[in-house]
T-cell receptor, first 115, second 115 residues
C-alpha cells in the first residue's frame, strides 16, 4: 500500500457513457497526477495538479476532464470515449511538484475498457 | 529521439545471476532519476532513486548514474524469480527547465529470472 487509492479498479463502459475515476491520497502530498498506460507504450502523463491548480495538460482530448476539489482528491471524468482509450489509468502523488528529489507514489490503477 | 530509452527486452537471466538494466536520457539538465518495478497487472512501485553521479546501493539493488554520458543503470544481484517484472526508468527535469519537474518514463525493460 502506497497511501494512494483509486476506484473503481476495473471499469467497462460504452462509448456513449459518462463515468468518473477517483483517486485519493493519504500522504499529505501537494501534487497529484493522472497517467495513461497503454500496452507496449511508456507511461503518458495526462494532467498535473499542484495545490489544487492544474499546471500541466499534455494535449489530452477534451473527452477527458480532470477535477481536483482539494489536495487529497483527484477525479478524471470520462465521456464519449473511444475504444483506443482502453488502458490502465494511474494516479500518483508527490510531496511537491518541483522538488528535485521528489518521489511520485502510484495508486493501484483503474483498468478501463471501452466497448 | 525518445526522451528516455530502454531496451524492451525481455532480458532473461538465471536465478542467482546479476541482472543489468540500462537507460539513456536526452535532457542534459535532468537532475533526478528513478527506477520503478511493475508486476504484470499492477502499478509501478519505486525501487531506487539517484541524484548524483556514482553508485547507490540498497540491498540487492545498485543504481549507477553517469550524467556526462546521460546514462543510468540498475543492477540486481542474486536475481530471484520474484524479481521477474518490468523495470521502468524515469527521469525528472530541473525546475524551470521547461519540464516543470515532470517525470518522463521509458518504455520499460521486461526481466525474466529463470529458476
Amino acid at each position: 500500500e502506497t497511501g494512494v487509492t483509486q476506484t473503481p479498479r476495473h471499469l467497462v463502459m460504452g462509448m456513449t457513457n459518462k463515468k468518473s475515476l477517483k483517486c485519493e491520497q493519504h500522504l499529505g502530498h501537494n501534487a497529484m497526477y493522472w497517467y495513461k498506460q497503454s500496452a507496449k507504450k511508456p507511461l503518458e502523463l495526462m494532467f498535473v495538479y499542484s495545490l489544487e491548480e492544474r499546471v500541466e495538460n499534455n494535449s489530452v482530448p477534451s473527452r477527458f476532464s480532470p477535477e481536483c476539489p482539494n489536495s487529497s482528491h483527484l477525479f478524471l471524468h470520462l465521456h464519449t470515449l473511444q475504444p483506443e482509450d482502453s488502458a490502465l489509468y494511474l494516479c500518483a502523488s508527490s510531496q511537491q511538484l518541483a522538488g528535485g528529489s521528489d518521489t511520485q507514489y502510484f495508486g493501484p490503477g483503474t483498468r478501463l475498457t471501452v466497448l | 529521439q525518445k526522451e528516455v530509452e530502454q531496451n524492451s527486452g525481455p532480458l532473461s537471466v538465471p536465478e542467482g545471476a546479476i541482472a543489468s538494466l540500462n537507460c539513456t536520457y536526452s535532457d542534459r539538465v535532468s537532475q533526478s532519476f528513478f527506477w520503478y518495478r511493475q508486476y504484470s497487472g499492477k502499478s509501478p512501485e519505486l525501487i531506487m532513486s539517484i541524484y548524483s553521479n556514482g553508485d547507490k546501493e540498497d540491498g540487492r539493488f545498485t543504481a549507477q548514474l553517469n550524467k556526462a554520458s546521460q546514462y543510468v543503470s540498475l543492477l540486481i544481484r542474486d536475481s530471484q524469480p520474484s524479481d521477474s517484472a518490468t523495470y521502468l526508468c524515469a527521469v525528472k527535469g530541473a525546475h524551470g527547465s521547461g519540464n516543470t519537474g515532470k517525470l518522463i518514463f521509458g518504455q520499460g525493460t521486461t526481466l525474466q529470472v529463470k529458476p
